[in-house]
């Protein structure tokens, strides 16, 4: 509307040339006005000043600068006063059209006669009738959103397009690939959690009964398992399958879930405007003060464009990826809840590593979902299968830990005493750790889902040590933590969106490194108009294999370290409560609670363990510096940047975010690409390079944005609020050890549900 336009300051005339209703285009624009409807009170409300500041008749100028301010409430206005308006305007246009006719008449009957001979080139280079800016509704699609005042010729000789998507445009298909080992199911029993939402209690705390077989609550320690035995992940760089799938179906792009997924999310905070997440899942009384993703989840992301005879494929960037605990577990415990007792236990170390090469060599090729959209082949690994499920009856399997390992996995022995005792409340409960996965998990889970075309997840909840229960979460949802709200159509259509938006910027930079391996980092910025950074580096083969071994280390050896950590940390505890012992019986006036409360204290004291970096570790901002000069040495290198932004329109009007879409409602996205040049290249990237190593180093999963401050620099509150927050889970966790030791000595025997025939 024109009365949301921006006033210029009164005390400035109008620059010569310029549209006296924005101030910024031609006055050649007035033409296309359409003088005889356009002039409603609304039009006279908004310009009646600038108008009469600009006129050249006095009466027309009294009139409209002494009605202006009373000019919104008198819809009709007068005749006399319209007409008067009309005449100005005529005068400035006939004024204008007199000194340029001859040019004017030349170029038009340039253009009919180029027209007539229906050359589609000359067509669509032809001189065109130039429109109103923006700030009128009528802006051509050539012109850019930020508005900088030029001329309508200069704007349209400028290095920036806007164009539109649809995600109507664009459909997942599904590729069919025949003979793939069959996908296991779940076992235990466990298919009752599939069909009843919410929680099990693998053990049900109040009566002590078993939901699910005992077997399953003590998890078998990452030292005993044989993981020599499992077939080995292949990257879809090393993936030949899928090279020969994607040129046998023209494709040009080729990746997995998990090495696209952390980028897509990056395109789910630019199309949603960083839309909160939605805290009606969890109920009122859990305290939840934060309604935004995880710091480390908002971090810049980065993957490898890797080109190989006409295929790019779409690898993980793994500089600050590290083996742990977690992602060996993740591997033991799929086999856990697919496997019965009997079979689990061939992988244990103590059977025969030989027989049960030759078995998993069988199954030594995983079962794949493909799936394409444009110019991607997607691959989707998938885990477990029911055919009750809707859809195609596949679901993922994801093992969640508490939250005092995710934030101290490093210490992983210290937090494993942390229990999970009831479904609601801040601390030792399913509620919890739900709500830590909307914000740290949930996105990365349901783009794997979409993209695998899978109906859901699978979630066991454990501490290192014990399982604790298990929940089957829908994409549905998940969606409705993520997208406002149950069934709101949103979903779907960001996820295409998302994929066409990566799509083209893959494309741009393969035009402009033809046949080059490259590095591509995206980040989100968190600004009033959001907008994404773009930075393609193009790299050598060499240079990327440093990159992606530098984080792996011989599996052998670190599991030896992880056992001798535990054992070391298990020895301690024995000796404290061997000494505690010995102080009891030397002295019996120590009550049972001053024995209580010292052993609390000798414990915290002998167990505290740096949370910051090693001593032999740089601190954050000297390796900062160390970073910023390494990538100051490359500036000569070639770097292709970019800025992208968006607008989302729907059913064609503008709007923040797309909130509840209903089935016909239209949702399209126009969005400019503006190539950062020069010097600011290389510094924009320095910056967001910075950002993301330093929010990497932090290893900050669940409250990283509370933990590692509002920045990323670690400044000392942040700091000692950090070491304050891991004493008080590591608190926790020396109760709940304590707790379950107890419960155990008190459990005579083992009581297991079973339905009734």
């Keep these: 509307m024109l009365s949301s336009i921006r006033r210029a300051p009164s005390a400035q005339p109008a620059a010569k040339n310029v549209c006296i209703f924005c101030q910024r285009q031609p006055l050649t624009t007035l033409r296309n006005i359409g003088l005889n409807t356009r002039f409603t009170s609304t039009v006279l409300s908004s310009t009646a000043s600038r108008i009469g500041r600009t006129s050249s008749n006095p009466k027309v100028k009294q009139i409209l600068l002494r009605d202006a301010s009373t000019m919104s409430t008198k819809a009709g206005a007068s005749a006399e006063l319209i007409k008067e308006i009309r005449t100005e305007v005529e005068a400035h246009r006939q004024g204008l059209q007199k000194k340029k006719s001859k040019e004017g008449e030349k170029k038009s009957s340039e253009f009919k006669k180029k027209s007539m001979e229906g050359e589609k080139k000359n067509k669509d280079t032809a001189p065109k009738a130039p429109k109103v800016c923006k700030k ?36 997942l298909t599904p590729i069919e690939v025949p003979g793939q080992p069959e996908v296991p199911s779940l076992s235990h029993d466990l298919d009752r959690v599939l069909f009843n939402p919410g929680v099990y209690f693998l053990q049900d705390p109040r009566s002590k009964v078993y939901n699910f077989d005992p077997y399953l609550q003590k998890i078998m320690p990452v030292h005993e398992f044989q993981f020599e035995a499992l077939s080995q992940y292949i990257t879809s760089s090393r993936d030949s399958r899928l090279e020969t799938k994607a040129k046998d179906l023209g494709k040009k792009y080729v990746g997995s879930t998990s090495s696209m997924t952390s980028i897509l999310s990056h395109f789910h905070y630019l199309l949603s405007n960083w839309r909160p997440i939605n805290p009606a899942v969890v109920s009122k009384q859990f305290f939840a003060p934060w309604r935004t993703f995880t710091a480390l989840q908002r971090a810049p992301q980065s993957i490898f464009l890797r080109w190989k005879d006409g295929v790019y494929a779409i690898d993980s960037d793994k500089e600050f990826d590290k083996e742990s605990v977690l992602t060996l577990l993740g591997k033991s415990m799929e086999k856990l809840l697919t496997l019965p007792p009997e079979n689990f236990e061939k992988y244990r170390r103590s059977q025969n590593l030989v027989d049960l090469e030759v078995e998993e060599q069988k199954r030594a090729v995983d079962t794949y979902h493909y799936s394409t959209l444009g110019d991607f082949l997607m691959r989707s690994q998938l885990d477990a299968y029911d055919a009750r499920l809707p859809g195609t009856g596949m679901f993922d399997l994801k093992t969640r830990a508490v939250v005092a390992i995710r934030m101290d996995v490093d210490n992983f022995h210290i937090g494993s005493g942390y229990q999970i005792k009831d479904r609601f409340g801040e601390w030792e409960s399913f509620e919890r750790e739900y ?98 950074y773009i930075f393609a580096e193009p790299m050598e083969e060499r240079e990327i ?213």
């Design 435 to 532: 709500f830590d996965m909307i914000r740290a998990a949930f996105l990365k889970y349901s783009l794997q889902v979409r993209m695998g075309r899978m109906d859901g997840i699978f979630v066991a909840f454990h501490n290192t040590e014990r399982i604790f229960g298990f929940q089957y979460i829908s994409l549905e949802e998940m969606d409705a933590a993520l997208h406002q709200d149950w069934h709101s159509g949103i979903g779907d259509r960001e996820f295409k969106l998302s994929l066409q938006l990566l799509n083209d910027v893959f494309n741009r930079a393969v035009e402009k490194f033809p046949e080059r391996s490259l590095r591509i980092h995206f980040e989100t910025r968190e600004t009033q108009t959001p907008l994404m």
């Design 136 to 171: 009128t509704k009528t802006m051509p699609v050539g012109i850019p959103f930020s508005h900088t005042g030029k001329t309508l010729a200069q704007a349209l000789r400028a290095d920036r397009t806007v164009l539109t998507l649809n995600p109507s445009d664009a459909e």
């Design 545 to 757: 294999d440093e990159i992606q071994d530098v984080r792996n280390g011989d599996l052998s050896i670190m599991l030896k370290e992880l056992a001798d950590r535990k054992e070391q940390y298990v020895r301690s505890l024995s000796e404290k409560e061997a000494e505690l012992e010995a102080k009891l019986e030397a002295d019996e006036r120590f009550t049972e609670v001053e024995a209580e409360v010292e052993a609390e204290e000798e414990t915290a004291e002998d167990e505290e363990v740096p949370v910051s970096t090693s001593a032999d570790e740089a601190p954050d901002d000297v390796w900062a510096e160390q970073m910023a000069k390494e990538l100051d040495a490359n500036t000569n290198k070639e770097i292709l940047a970019y800025t992208l932004k968006i607008k989302s329109f729907i059913n064609g009007k503008v709007v923040l975010r797309p909130d509840h879409l209903k089935p016909n409602d239209s949702w399209e996205v126009q969005y400019e690409l503006e190539e950062i040049k020069g010097s600011r290249a290389w510094s924009t990237y320095r910056a967001c390079y910075s950002r993301r190593a330093q929010l990497e180093r932090a290893h900050d999963d669940m409250t990283g944005g509370i933990i590692a401050g509002s920045s990323p620099n670690g400044n000392g509150k942040s700091n000692e609020f950090r070491n304050v927050y891991i004493e008080t889970i590591r608190g926790i966790s020396q109760k709940g050890r304590e707790y379950i030791t107890e419960v155990e000595k008190e459990q005579t025997e083992k009581i297991v549900w079973k339905g009734k025939a």
